[in-house]
């Protein structure tokens, strides 16, 4: 069917179609030939391209090694004692024996775990055993959700509560707080009540809990490593046990932990961290140890953890009053064997002081202080306080609780008892005993940050006489070999430097496979042979073959696009120069590749490598193969590099000449020769199916013009004729 409508209906016998097309012939091959030359063009920009990449790897990246003085130049380290040292030497280590002793190694801080962590009030052997974090920091199951209430009960036995008037705990509020340093970093790590227990706010306050959002102790690796400091946290599932190691080693490297100095927020965490029961392997036992080495000895409010580990409580003081240093009786003399009669220097029957609320007879006149203090002690628990005496006459009131919960509040109401507080140097200089007012003494604790952790150590070693003192990692680098430390040793260890003759052998042996693998492929390139009666194929010759067929065609149009190319002849060439000439300005018998085994075979110029020559060589010049491979000329010129440079260079200008040629893609727009052309077929093309189209559209219309003619011709002709 033909542009302008439909043809050959008015039966004037003329086929338009079939004529337009015979008519289009001429034009339509003349289109396809620019078609198959730009097809071509573009095979041939790409194979251009393939042979600039491989020119290109073979430049930067495997010509890089036979330009390295420890590739062509390589030393070997042996040790008689590997235990203890192994080295490893470069190129500029001097052949000799050097000695070694390792007096101390160089450690990371670490803390591991030295048992499984334990649900609290849970069998850890239970097959319900959780790895929620929860668990591990509140009395288990024992948190209950109701709209917006949330009762928990804390490691310790107390009842953490959000009510919906108190507000006291928040689903928003910090639930789980510390920060940690490395030695030069600090962050802080915190989860909220929500996060732990998985649970959100409604917009009208109440909570919903969140099933499976609740955080893991995967979770807890997860955000701890993601602090960015030096220090990593592990979890092994298997065995249930935390650690944590600084990546790097040295006194000034640590892990140091310290807790919130909120108490509720510190005994939350705390329990996490008592559960963990963290050690460092100090002297071959496992001890908890502060960061200055000493047994740490925190206060502790959870069961089971013995002296010897690490263990945290809510790093409060506990409240205390004291007696100063002052003599506690008129006489000068108070020992435990004292009477209250003669400390406070009056007879009385009855002594009754109230102590945290509760009132207590302490005695009378006769009852001696050691007695007094046992009345004291029997009371403490109601009163969580306990009372001492020491042998310098100091007697101390202590609430047994930490933080901001301990207290101590003595009230004094009748003469001996207000006498007995001002004896024994419980009221302050100007409290007036006359007073007939009760006289009341109190001391509160306090809540601290709590801080332990431990820190790395600092290695130390003698190397040929020379002591390297404060060494931070188990690497020393001395005169071109570095020693890696891994036993103390207070014996001799020999360590011997001497060529890597087969290290150096085995690197020639892959130059001449990298080299002759290069030469072969642009040979191949170079005389890949030509169908010249395969030209690429026109869309309408597509259209009538199998995808097959096709395939097989174009591999053969595509053969011998670079056959005999100049391009490739050139680089061939002066890739065999680059071998065969001598290196100018080496003296000795080692200056060029002949003289270290390497020769050509074949018109191609292909290596061969006599492995016996050069082991000769490398053993009468050991710098012999660094020579003639890695030589650099000060002012890069040719015939004075060694031949990774002279080749490197030969590379380059191949480079240049490919990319002025053909670019380095496969697209047109760039400066290359090919892509000029290419884009001037292109526009070309563009130009003439223009043409084409316009011509096409006249043939129509002059058949037209044709076919309506005949077709008048004949209604007149029967008219005349009368239809006959």
Known sequence: MGVNGIYGLSGSGIDVESMVKVGM???????????????????????????????????????SPYKMSSTMSAKSATSSNSNAVTATANANAVTMNHKVTVDKLSSSAYLVATESLSVINKDPSDAD?????????????????????????????????????????????????????????????????????GLTKNTNGSLVRNEGT????????????????????????????????????????????????????????????????LAQSLDGELLGRNSSGEKVDFYDNAEGLSSDQIYIGNGGTSASISSSDAVMNRTEIATSDTTLGDAVG??????????????????????????????????????????SFSDEGIFTLTDVRKGTASKIEITASSDEAKEFLSTFNLLDEDADISDEDALTVSASGKVTDLTFGVSGENG????????????????????????????????????????????????????????????????????????????????????????EQIEKWEEKAKSGLLYHDKTLSKITTKMREAISNPIEGLSGKYTSAYSLGISTTGIYGQLTLDED??????????????????????????????????????????????????????????????GTLMRELQNKMSDFKKQLDAFETRLYKKYDAMEVALSTLGMQLSYITGGE
Request: aromatic share 10%.
């Open 613 to 674: 020559k050069l082991r000769a060589a490398l053993t009468d010049d050991s710098e012999a193969a660094y020579n003639v491979f890695s030589t650099l000329s000060k002012d890069d010129d040719f015939d004075k590099n060694g031949l990774a440079q002279r080749l490197s260079d030969v590379m380059v200008d191949a480079t240049k000449l490919i990319k002025d040629r053909a670019g380095t893609d496969d697209s047109t727009n760039d400066d290359s020769d090919l």
């Open 129 to 197: 055993n959780s790895v929620q974090l929860q668990d591990y920091i509140f009395q288990s199951s024992t948190y209950r959700l109701t709209d917006s209430t949330l009762s928990i009960t804390g490691a310790d036995g107390s009842t953490i509560s959000n009510s919906s008037d108190g507000n006291t705990v928040d689903a928003d509020d910090t639930a789980f707080e510390f920060t940690v340093s490395d030695g030069t970093n600090t962050a802080t790590f915190k989860y909220t009540y929500g996060e732990l227990l």
């Open 460 to 547: 130390s070693a003698v190397i040929d006489g020379v002591r390297y003192e404060n060494l931070k990692s188990n690497n020393v680098t001395a005169f071109g070999v570095t020693y890696s430390l891994h036993n103390v040793s207070t014996d001799t260890v020999n360590v011997n430097i001497e060529q890597d003759v087969d290290g150096i052998i085995d690197k020639v042996k892959s130059f001449v496979e990298d080299y002759n693998k290069l030469l072969s492929g642009l040979y191949e390139k170079y005389n890949e042979k030509q169908y010249s009666d395969y030209a690429p194929l026109t869309s309408s010759q597509k259209d009538t073959m199998k995808d």
């Open 25 to 63: 012939l001429t034009k339509q091959k003349q289109y396809d030939k620019m078609q198959q030359s730009y097809t071509k063009n573009e095979w041939t920009k790409q194979a251009y391209n393939e042979v600039y990449n491989k020119l290109t790897t073979y430049s930067t990246s495997t010509l």
């Open 214 to 277: 609740e955080k893991t102790f995967n979770d807890f690796v997860s955000d701890f490593n993601a602090l960015g400091t030096g220090i990593r946290a592990n979890y092994d599932a298997v065995s249930g046990k935390f650690s944590f190691y600084n990546k790097e080693g040295g006194e000034d490297n640590k892990i140091n932990f310290t807790l919130s100095s909120d108490e509720t927020v510190s005994n939350t965490t705390a329990a996490f961290f008592q559960g963990m029961k």
């Open 346 to 387: 009056t007879s009385f029957d009855t002594l009754e002081i109230s102590l945290n609320g509760t009132t207590i007879n302490l005695g009378n006149d006769k009852t001696t202080i050691s007695e007094m203090i046992s009345t004291i002690n029997a009371q403490s628990d109601t009163t969580n306080v306990k009372a």
